[in-house]
């Protein structure tokens, strides 16, 4: 089963955990810098460096080269926090390699020669850094990577070197965003050595209430501080979130009620759907399920629909080129089935009792 339909610790708020590595080989230039020949040699040496690691039949990987995947399909992967957009730009020697479960992919030859991430549902960091890292030390042990005794690994962008560490999380923050204070944390955060980006990374919206919170700082600090100092920010947002979450439903439950079942009643019955629309809806489900207001479908559920929300995953689930309008018709469609799925095995429950 794919990683992100399971469900994690601390999932009312934080969806997921991420930890990306930056490594690049010495001896040879940052990819910016290289020819398409040196970049396919480069390519080649990383993916056979891969191919030798000691993996269990379950954590083997699938290669996509960028050159010759169709644009839907890189942009799908995007969607899915599985490439960059950088990446999915293409290029000759540029490539991923996916685990079956969708959990860890290699970029090669975007920013870096090799970008490490593992995903995790929820908050579960310290998962994603021991499998992150376990895949770099294998990796050191047939390529040869650029690193200096003195600033630590070196890394395409300065603000990489030291550890090449990028820690992030998926957070859901409808209370701090409708109660006006998300800007205030957000100029608190930059502040103090974060990031605070949209769904999508760098240049996105927040769309769906949805942010991703990051480490800014990898020269001169351990990855331990490092995790540590992240993983304390995580939980103050983390409280913070349920404590004004709490504070609105008890001053209006009607009206939080209200909309979180008008959302349900659009998502089972609506012919057209935007992909905004959708997330916006989507948040609303999540946080009535997690006030414990709505039962209707779980997380899983919810994280099942936001799957196939998406311009390109809407074009790759459909088959074909689908025009803004048709894809509009076809994700209303694709949401409507899957709840009315679950609403039919919800029924059949207490019959076979």
Same mark, same amino acid.
């Given at each position: 089963?794919?990683?992100?339909?399971?469900?994690?610790?601390?999932?009312?708020?934080?969806?997921?955990?991420?930890?990306?590595?930056?490594?690049?080989?010495?001896?040879?230039?940052?990819?910016?810098?290289?020819?398409?020949?040196?970049?396919?040699?480069?390519?080649?040496?990383?993916?056979?460096?891969?191919?030798?690691?000691?993996?269990?039949?379950?954590?083997?990987?699938?290669?996509?080269?960028?050159?010759?995947?169709?644009?839907?399909?890189?942009?799908?992967?995007?969607?899915?926090?599985?490439?960059?957009?950088?990446?999915?730009?293409?290029?000759?020697?540029?490539?991923?390699?996916?685990?079956?479960?969708?959990?860890?992919?290699?970029?090669?030859?975007?920013?870096?020669?090799?970008?490490?991430?593992?995903?995790?549902?929820?908050?579960?960091?310290?998962?994603?850094?021991?499998?992150?890292?376990?895949?770099?030390?294998?990796?050191?042990?047939?390529?040869?990577?650029?690193?200096?005794?003195?600033?630590?690994?070196?890394?395409?962008?300065?603000?990489?070197?030291?550890?090449?560490?990028?820690?992030?999380?998926?957070?859901?923050?409808?209370?701090?965003?409708?109660?006006?204070?998300?800007?205030?944390?957000?100029?608190?955060?930059?502040?103090?050595?974060?990031?605070?980006?949209?769904? %999508?990374?760098?240049?996105?919206? !927040?769309?769906?209430? @949805?942010?991703? $919170?990051?480490?800014? +700082?990898? =020269? #001169? *600090?351990?990855?331990?501080?490092?995790?540590?100092?992240?993983?304390?920010?995580?939980?103050?947002?983390?409280?913070?979130?349920?404590?004004?979450?709490?504070?609105?439903?008890?001053?209006?439950?009607?009206?939080?009620?209200?909309?979180?079942?008008?959302?349900?009643?659009?998502?089972?019955?609506?012919? %057209?759907?935007?992909?905004?629309? !959708?997330?916006?809806? @989507?948040?609303? $489900?999540?946080?009535? +399920?997690? =006030? #414990? *207001?709505?039962?209707?479908?779980?997380?899983?559920?919810?994280?099942?629909?936001?799957?196939?929300?998406?311009?390109?995953?809407?074009?790759?689930?459909?088959?074909?080129?689908?025009?803004?309008?048709?894809?509009?018709?076809?994700?209303?469609?694709?949401?409507?089935?899957?709840?009315?799925?679950?609403?039919?095995?919800?029924?059949?429950?207490?019959?076979?009792?």
């Amino acid at each position: 089963m794919s990683w992100y339909l399971s469900k994690g610790p601390e999932w009312d708020v934080v969806l997921s955990s991420r930890v990306r590595l930056a490594r690049d080989l010495d001896g040879y230039s940052f990819p910016y810098r290289m020819e398409d020949h040196d970049r396919i040699v480069v390519r080649d040496r990383i993916i056979e460096a891969i191919r030798l690691m000691n993996l269990k039949n379950d954590d083997r990987f699938v290669t996509l080269n960028m050159d010759l995947l169709p644009e839907a399909d890189r942009q799908a992967l995007v969607e899915k926090h599985l490439i960059s957009d950088d990446l999915a730009k293409g290029g000759s020697g540029r490539s991923v390699c996916i685990s079956r479960d969708e959990s860890t992919s290699i970029l090669i030859n975007e920013e870096d020669h090799i970008r490490i991430q593992v995903m995790e549902a929820g908050f579960s960091l310290k998962k994603a850094y021991k499998r992150a890292e376990s895949i770099s030390i294998a990796l050191e042990k047939s390529l040869p990577v650029a690193y200096s005794e003195k600033y630590g690994f070196l890394t395409a962008c300065p603000t990489n070197t030291g550890t090449g560490m990028r820690a992030s999380v998926m957070v859901h923050l409808p209370a701090l965003t409708h109660s006006g204070r998300m800007k205030s944390l957000m100029d608190g955060l930059t502040q103090a050595g974060f990031v605070v980006r949209g769904y %999508l990374g760098e240049h996105s919206q !927040a769309d769906g209430n @949805i942010y991703q $919170l990051s480490n800014q +700082i990898t =020269l #001169g *600090i351990s990855e331990s501080d490092i995790m540590t100092g992240f993983e304390r920010m995580v939980q103050e947002v983390l409280v913070l979130e349920r404590k004004i979450r709490k504070e609105i439903y008890e001053s209006n439950p009607t009206a939080i009620t209200d909309r979180v079942f008008r959302s349900y009643g659009e998502l089972m019955y609506a012919r %057209l759907m935007t992909d905004t629309e !959708a997330m916006k809806r @989507i948040s609303d $489900l999540r946080l009535g +399920i997690a =006030l #414990g *207001i709505f039962n209707e479908i779980d997380e899983e559920k919810i994280a099942l629909i936001s799957a196939y929300i998406g311009p390109a995953s809407v074009q790759k689930d459909s088959g074909e080129m689908l025009s803004p309008k048709q894809q509009e018709i076809h994700r209303a469609d694709k949401i409507r089935k899957i709840l009315e799925k679950q609403n039919i095995t919800a029924k059949k429950k207490p019959n076979e009792l």
